[in-house]
T-cell receptor, first 114, second 111 residues
Framework: DAGVIQSPRHEVTEMGQEVTLRCKPI?????LFWYRQTMMRGLELLIY????????DSGMPEDRFSAKMPNASFSTLKIQPSEPRDSAVYFC????????????FGPGTRLTVT | RKEVEQDPGPFNVPEGATVAFNCTYS??????FFWYRQDCRKEPKLLMS???SGNEDGRFTAQLNRASQYISLLIRDSKLSDSATYLC????????????FGSGTKLNVKP
């Protein structure tokens, strides 16, 4: 079975540009999580969805960040405008209700903002 | 103060050695505890949950000390393939969706 799929795997962009990261969760999983990992701050939860509805976005750093989940098989994380401090690896993860501790992470998107 | 803190290492050990990492957490309301493994430039993967009574999975033993608010991971008979970064994670009572991760401890097992 396919795992969590993220695209692109690498993104290099200039400051001020819009960046869109994409995620396809494991089929049938009803929870989706967006994380950011940096050397300084480690792995941080940004937002999570349940049945396509955002439940907790308290980790979203600021208004420049937004996330959507238009259907059960697709989510986006958008940064507009991007800044150099947004450079990080962004992971998407999914899980199935009833398996609370088993989150499956995607391979991540490595974002560099110059 | 960070919710979860770990010694970043690296821990450099020879094959066959026993190595242990600790992870401290700041919130006494933390309820569930986990160890994740992350290989270089890869995603984190769940290694094991940490139960109150301690638990073992092959060469790996995890323990929880609530009084001192830390969890530990012991790896016996280290293999080259154990080289990775080990992240601890906790979540709070009432919200098992919100994980707080440590920054990880890097382990290098040398031949």
């Amino acid at each position: 079975d396919a795992g969590v799929i993220q695209s692109p795997r690498h993104e290099v962009t200039e400051m001020g540009q819009e960046v869109t990261l994409r995620c396809k969760p494991i089929s049938g999983h009803d929870y989706l999580f967006w994380y950011r990992q940096t050397m300084m701050r480690g792995l941080e939860l940004l937002i999570y969805f349940n049945n396509n509805v955002p439940i907790d976005d308290s980790g979203m750093p600021e208004d420049r960040f937004s996330a959507k989940m238009p259907n059960a098989s697709f989510s986006t994380l958008k940064i507009q405008p991007s800044e150099p401090r947004d450079s990080a690896v962004y992971f998407c993860a999914s899980r199935l209700t009833g398996t609370p501790y088993e989150q499956y992470f995607g391979p991540g998107t490595r974002l560099t903002v110059t | 103060r960070k919710e979860v803190e770990q010694d970043p290492g690296p821990f450099n050990v020879p094959e066959g050695a026993t190595v242990a990492f600790n992870c401290t957490y700041s919130n006494s309301a933390s309820q569930s505890f986990f160890w994740y493994r992350q290989d270089c430039r890869k995603e984190p993967k769940l290694l094991m949950s940490v139960y109150s009574s301690g638990n073992e999975d092959g060469r790996f033993t995890a323990q929880l000390n609530r009084a001192s608010q830390y969890i530990s991971l012991l790896i016996r008979d280290s293999k080259l393939s154990d080289s990775a970064t080990y992240l601890c994670a906790v979540n709070m009572k009432g919200n098992f969706n919100k994980f707080y991760f440590g920054s990880g401890t890097k382990l290098n097992v040398k031949p």
